[in-house]
């Protein structure tokens, strides 16, 4: 894609930290980390959303993806971390290029979970089956 800032990212147009590359994949730091050490996990081809991503490629993002996060959490000497990726801009994903957020995470960092719903009578089996009609 000509606009994607990530492609460009890729085809060395617009400079970033890279963390990692292979044939399929790069890994670099969020320019806007939400802590140190967010890191982006691309595939070099251009797929805007996880529906799109062909299965082996996939396979090859999420295979990188732990290992950087291993990566992450032992070079950052975190306890933890989020591995967040979203589809489509309602969801929050403001680059369409498909891509995984590795954040790295820490008792005092203030971050807080999304807030849960709950079922009303019978309203989960309906949501089941709604969901289980379109596999």
Same mark, same amino acid.
């Given at each position: 894609?000509? /606009? ?19 044939? =399929?994949? @790069? #890994? ?6 939400? /802590?140190?050490? $967010? %890191? ?5 081809? $251009?797929?805007? %959303? @996880? ?10 993002? #999420?295979?990188? %993806? ?6 992450? =959490?032992?070079?950052?000497?975190? /306890? !933890? ?5 979203? /589809? ?10 498909? $891509?995984? $957020? ?14 849960? !719903? ?18």
């Amino acid at each position: 894609m000509e /606009n994607c800032i990530f492609c460009k990212i890729i085809k060395g147009e617009i400079p970033c930290t890279k963390i990692y590359e292979d044939s =399929k994949v @790069l #890994a670099f730091l969020d320019i806007g980390p939400v /802590n140190k050490g $967010h %890191t982006l996990v691309v595939p070099k081809e $251009h797929h805007e %959303t @996880l529906l799109d991503m062909p299965d082996d490629l996939l396979a090859g993002v #999420a295979k990188a %993806t732990k290992k950087i996060a291993k990566a992450v =959490k032992e070079g950052m000497k975190v /306890n !933890g971390f989020n591995v967040l990726q979203s /589809n489509y801009r309602v969801s929050g994903q403001i680059v369409p290029h498909y $891509h995984v $957020h590795i954040i790295p995470r820490l008792e005092t960092d203030g971050l807080k979970h999304w807030s849960q !719903g709950k079922y009303g009578d019978g309203e989960a089996e309906g949501t089941a089956e709604k969901i289980k009609k379109a596999l």
